[in-house]
């Protein structure tokens, strides 16, 4: 009894309108309040892409930041590099919400060490490689294309193979960055069965 | 203190003599160090410098992206790569070599199949798979840098002798 008298009390309160704040005042608090809690929300997801972050996790340091050191998205002629999030991350608002909503899960895997040594993540490696192919096939390689975009690829000034087959299966759309480049970024997992990868 | 006088005197004496002895002697070491080149290196990748000598270290030179593909010297010659193999990797998960030249993707990638030899063991026995001992590509083929070479070579291949010494045999009769 009591408890409903309470909450019946407060949604009174709360239904009745105003008396002492003006309607504009209202709807500017609400408006800052809704900045602050955007901007705040927005920020702690930006603070989570910054790279420090992701290779604050022992196992993303020791394997996927340490390969990426060598490859060509670290270190190349331009010195233009690819962090963790351009690749990981969409761009997109919600497509990035859900990513970040499926990050949770990982966090909790941290937590309670599914993957916490070496040998456990070689192990679930090929399963996390598949993941990150089905989502780029998924969105044509979305990612990579916020860097390289087709129109502005210059094929002369590309090697025979890549001009080969950039010319034929990537302009007819019949395949997606992601079918030829695996591996671009990591060392990748056992491939039996991925199919044209043998 | 007058008896202690005499031998502290010849103490300090002999104690100054010495070490300017040591001083001297450690200096003409160090000379000689400095002077002496040491024994002359090895010809050719060390042209000019004895072992003692430090070198300026050459440019790491830059991996040829694509290059027409090189005539074979002979005819067992592992052929040289003619294109970049940054990153790829060869190792027990994945050999991405195999991605282009296996037998059924070579026509799609435009590329060379590895020829029937890589899929013998060394009883001459085929394999379905690439044998384990041509598995790692890179003991015998090697891709290419921009790079002049270290040594000139005097190599000259089957064709250029036999016309050598089918002029030569001309020039007898």
Same mark, same amino acid.
């Given at each position: 009894?009591?408890?409903?008298?309470?909450?019946?009390?407060?949604?009174?309160?709360?239904?009745?309108? !105003?008396?002492?704040?003006?309607?504009?005042?209202?709807?500017?608090?609400?408006?800052? !309040?809704? /900045?602050?809690?955007?901007?705040?929300?927005?920020?702690?997801?930006?603070?989570?892409?910054?790279?420090?972050?992701? /290779?604050?996790?022992?196992?993303?340091?020791?394997?996927?930041?340490?390969?990426?050191?060598?490859?060509?998205?670290?270190?190349?002629?331009?010195?233009?590099?690819?962090?963790?999030?351009?690749?990981?991350?969409?761009? #997109?608002?919600?497509?990035?919400?859900?990513?970040?909503?499926?990050?949770?899960?990982?966090?909790?895997?941290? /937590?309670?060490?599914?993957?916490?040594?070496?040998?456990?993540?070689?192990?679930?490696?090929?399963?996390? !490689?598949?993941?990150?192919?089905?989502?780029?096939? !998924?969105?044509?390689?979305?990612?990579?294309?916020?860097?390289?975009?087709? #129109?502005?690829?210059?094929?002369?000034?590309?090697?025979?193979?890549?001009?080969?087959?950039?010319?034929?299966?990537?302009?007819?759309?019949?395949?997606?960055? /992601? #079918?030829?480049?695996?591996?671009?970024?990591?060392?990748?997992? #056992?491939?039996?069965?991925?199919?044209?990868?043998? | =203190?007058?008896?202690?006088?005499?031998?502290?005197?010849?103490?300090?004496?002999?104690?100054?003599?010495? *070490?300017?002895?040591?001083?001297?002697?450690?200096?003409?070491?160090?000379?000689?160090?400095?002077?002496?080149?040491?024994?002359?290196?090895?010809?050719?990748?060390?042209?000019?410098?004895?072992?003692? +000598?430090?070198?300026?270290?050459?440019?790491?030179?830059?991996?040829?992206?694509? =290059?027409?593909?090189?005539?074979? *010297?002979?005819?067992? +010659?592992?052929?040289?790569?003619?294109?970049?193999?940054?990153?790829?990797?060869?190792?027990?998960?994945?050999?991405?070599? =195999?991605?282009?030249? *296996?037998?059924? +993707?070579?026509?799609? $990638?435009?590329?060379?199949?590895? *020829?029937? $030899?890589?899929?013998?063991?060394?009883?001459?026995?085929?394999?379905?798979?690439?044998?384990?001992?041509?598995?790692?590509? &890179?003991?015998?083929?090697?891709? +290419?840098? %921009?790079?002049?070479?270290?040594? %000139?070579?005097?190599?000259?291949? =089957?064709?250029? &002798?036999?016309?050598? %010494?089918?002029?030569?045999?001309?020039?007898?009769?």
């Amino acid at each position: 009894m009591g408890i409903r008298k309470t909450v019946g009390d407060y949604w009174t309160l709360l239904n009745q309108p !105003a008396q002492y704040l003006s309607l504009g005042v209202l709807t500017l608090g609400g408006f800052i !309040a809704g /900045i602050l809690f955007w901007g705040g929300f927005n920020t702690a997801m930006e603070f989570t892409n910054i790279e420090q972050f992701c /290779i604050s996790c022992h196992e993303m340091e020791v394997k996927p930041y340490r390969e990426l050191k060598p490859t060509i998205h670290y270190t190349n002629r331009s010195g233009v590099r690819a962090q963790c999030a351009d690749c990981h991350v969409p761009h #997109d608002w919600t497509f990035k919400v859900a990513r970040k909503m499926e990050a949770s899960k990982e966090v909790w895997g941290w /937590i309670f060490g599914t993957i916490n040594t070496h040998e456990k993540f070689e192990a679930r490696r090929r399963e996390l !490689a598949e993941r990150e192919w089905t989502r780029l096939k !998924a969105n044509d390689s979305l990612e990579c294309r916020n860097c390289h975009d087709f #129109d502005y690829m210059d094929f002369t000034e590309q090697s025979s193979r890549a001009r080969m087959m950039h010319a034929s299966s990537l302009a007819t759309g019949e395949a997606t960055c /992601i #079918d030829c480049h695996k591996g671009i970024a990591h060392r990748l997992p #056992d491939m039996t069965g991925v199919s044209a990868w043998q | =203190m007058n008896k202690l006088q005499g031998p502290l005197w010849i103490t300090v004496v002999l104690l100054l003599t010495s *070490s300017v002895a040591l001083l001297v002697r450690a200096g003409d070491l160090g000379a000689d160090d400095d002077d002496d080149p040491g024994p002359s290196g090895p010809d050719g990748l060390r042209a000019g410098a004895t072992l003692y +000598q430090d070198l300026p270290a050459p440019v790491i030179p830059r991996e040829i992206r694509a =290059m027409p593909r090189p005539k074979r *010297s002979y005819p067992e +010659q592992p052929p040289v790569i003619p294109h970049s193999i940054r990153d790829y990797q060869i190792d027990i998960n994945f050999n991405t070599c =195999m991605t282009c030249h *296996s037998r059924t +993707q070579s026509p799609r $990638t435009g590329s060379i199949a590895a *020829s029937v $030899t890589h899929y013998y063991n060394r009883a001459g026995q085929p394999l379905g798979a690439v044998s384990p001992r041509r598995y790692f590509c &890179l003991q015998c083929h090697v891709s +290419q840098h %921009e790079i002049d070479r270290a040594v %000139e070579s005097t190599f000259r291949d =089957m064709e250029q &002798l036999i016309i050598e %010494e089918a002029s030569q045999r001309r020039g007898r009769n």
